[in-house]
């Protein structure tokens, strides 16, 4: 004779279920994510998190065995072997700045403006070249900021016209010029470049 499964079963039952539904989901999403996103460093945590919830369905499958595995194997070693590779994965330091503002950061460039669609085209040739874009937004001055030595790009902006340092010995500047002078012509831009020393050798 069968018996009818009590509520409190039913419940738990559910509860499983729900568990299961929102794992399965989680993990669909992160793997989206992890190969759409354009920044390999987060493509790599997105992975990492991926494995280490499938680890978990592993368990609430009942397979300890291979969840250990999963969590050891692809959530921390291949996760750690991935970023290690990613060190030779250069970083570029970008740094936007207008003096004539208190505080400046992401929301100043309007997403549509030409100044957005520049600087957004700056962000993917640097992908271009395997180069990760790192922009800082702030209000300092171009004497400090060269002072700092850690910008690769500065962009620079006083009223109308916008002007883009970088080291004559970066060849990725000049592609980058030939670049912009192309498609925002009627953006007031100019390039300069400087020496090791900070002089300022060319402008164009």
Do not use: W
Not at 143 to 167: A, F, N
């Amino acid at each position: 004779m069968r018996t009818r499964p009590t509520p409190a079963a039913t419940r738990s039952e559910r509860t499983f279920e729900l568990i299961e539904a929102i794992l399965l989901l989680l993990l669909i999403l992160l793997a989206i994510v992890a190969v759409e996103t354009q920044i390999l460093r987060m493509a790599v945590v997105f992975l990492g998190i991926f494995s280490l919830l499938l680890s978990f369905l592993y368990l609430y499958y009942g397979a300890p065995d291979v969840a250990i595995a999963e969590a050891v194997m692809a959530s921390g070693l291949v996760t750690l072997l991935y970023l290690t590779a990613l060190k030779r994965y250069r970083v570029y330091n970008i740094c936007f700045t207008n003096q004539m503002f208190r505080e400046v950061d992401d929301r100043y460039i309007v997403e549509g403006t030409r100044r957005g669609q520049l600087l957004h085209e700056v962000e993917q040739f640097c992908i271009s070249k395997e180069l990760e874009p790192q922009i800082v937004f702030t209000p300092e001055d171009l004497e400090t900021l060269m002072g700092t030595r850690k910008y690769d790009l500065i962009i620079r902006q006083e009223g109308d016209q916008l002007t883009i340092y970088g080291s004559q010995e970066n060849y990725f500047v000049d592609e980058l010029e030939m670049l912009l002078i192309l498609r925002y012509q009627d953006l007031n831009t100019r390039f300069m470049r400087y020496a090791e020393d900070g002089s300022f050798v060319e402008e164009s």
